[in-house]
C-alpha cells in the first residue's frame, strides 16, 4: 500500500482549538474539525465538526477563536460525548494538519485512546518546496494559493476556526504536491518522507498508514 499513489491514503485532515499551551496540562480542547480526503481533495459530504463544551469558563485572550465565547461553549456537548466519533474517523487514518504537532499533542493528551497511524505536516511540506519563505501561516499559504475563498465556500466559516482550518490544510496539501517534480506521481511513502512527523511513543506500535 506504501508504493499505491498519495491519493488513495486514509488521510484525514484535522484542526483542534484549543483554551491555549499557557495552561500547559490543562489545556482544553474548545472545537475540532475533521475532513476526510478523497482523491485528495476535501470530502465536506464526510465533514465533521463540533464546539466542545471544556466544563470551564475559558478566558478571552488576543489569540481566542472567533465565536467560541463561554455562552456558545456552555451549550456543547463534553470531550467525553465527542471522543467516540473522533475515534472513529481518526484511528488507523493518517492525520493531516499546518503544524499538526500542535494538534497531535492537545489530542493525544485529552484523548489517548486514539491512535493513528502517522502525521503528515503541509508546515514541514510548505518549508521544502518554498524553503525560508514569509509564507509559512495556514492563511498565508492559502492566500498565496489562492485557496482561502474556497475554503471559505466550502466551510461557510472563517480562518481559525477548526473546520475552516481543517479543509484549508486539505486543500494545501494537494496545492504543495502539485509544485513538487513529478508530484503527480507521489506516492504514499513519499509522501510520508517528506512530510511525516513523528507520533512519538505510539509511532512504535503502529502501522504506518
Known amino acids: 500500500m506504501h508504493d499505491q499513489p498519495w491519493t488513495v491514503a486514509p488521510l484525514v485532515a484535522?484542526?483542534?482549538?484549543?483554551?491555549?499551551?499557557?495552561?500547559?496540562?490543562?489545556?482544553?480542547?474548545?472545537?475540532?474539525?475533521?475532513?476526510?480526503?478523497?482523491?485528495?481533495?476535501?470530502?465536506?459530504?464526510?465533514?465533521?465538526?463540533?464546539?466542545?463544551?471544556?466544563?470551564?469558563?475559558?478566558?478571552?485572550?488576543?489569540?481566542?477563536?472567533?465565536?467560541l465565547t463561554n455562552d456558545v461553549l456552555g451549550l456543547a456537548p463534553r470531550l467525553d460525548a465527542v471522543e467516540p466519533e473522533l475515534a472513529g474517523r481518526l484511528n488507523g487514518a493518517a492525520i493531516v494538519g499546518h503544524n499538526v504537532n500542535v494538534d497531535w499533542r492537545l489530542l493525544s493528551l485529552r484523548c489517548?485512546?486514539?491512535?493513528?497511524?502517522?502525521?503528515?505536516?503541509?508546515?514541514?511540506?510548505?518549508?521544502?518546496?518554498?524553503?525560508?519563505?514569509?509564507?509559512?501561516?495556514?492563511?498565508?499559504?492559502?492566500?498565496?494559493?489562492?485557496?482561502?475563498?474556497?475554503?471559505?465556500?466550502?466551510?461557510?466559516?472563517?480562518?481559525?476556526?477548526?473546520l475552516w482550518d481543517a479543509v484549508g490544510a486539505g486543500l494545501l496539501l494537494g496545492a504543495l504536491i502539485r509544485e513538487l517534480p513529478h508530484g503527480d506521481s507521489l506516492t504514499v511513502t513519499g509522501l510520508r518522507n517528506m512530510a511525516g512527523v513523528s507520533l512519538g511513543d505510539a509511532e512504535q506500535t503502529l502501522p504506518l498508514f
Do not use: C, F
Open 112 to 162: 489517548p485512546g486514539i491512535h493513528p497511524a502517522s502525521l503528515i505536516d503541509t508546515l514541514k511540506l510548505a518549508r521544502l518546496v518554498h524553503g525560508n519563505t514569509q509564507h509559512r501561516s495556514l492563511t498565508a499559504l492559502l492566500a498565496y494559493y489562492g485557496l482561502d475563498d474556497e475554503v471559505t465556500k466550502l466551510t461557510g466559516g472563517q480562518p481559525h476556526r477548526a
Open 14 to 67: 484535522l484542526d483542534l482549538e484549543g483554551s491555549g499551551s499557557q495552561d500547559r496540562e490543562h489545556e482544553a480542547i474548545l472545537e475540532v474539525g475533521i475532513v476526510p480526503l478523497a482523491d485528495g481533495r476535501p470530502d465536506m459530504q464526510s465533514a465533521y465538526d463540533s464546539v466542545v463544551n471544556p466544563g470551564r469558563r475559558i478566558p478571552r485572550r488576543p489569540w481566542s477563536s472567533p465565536g
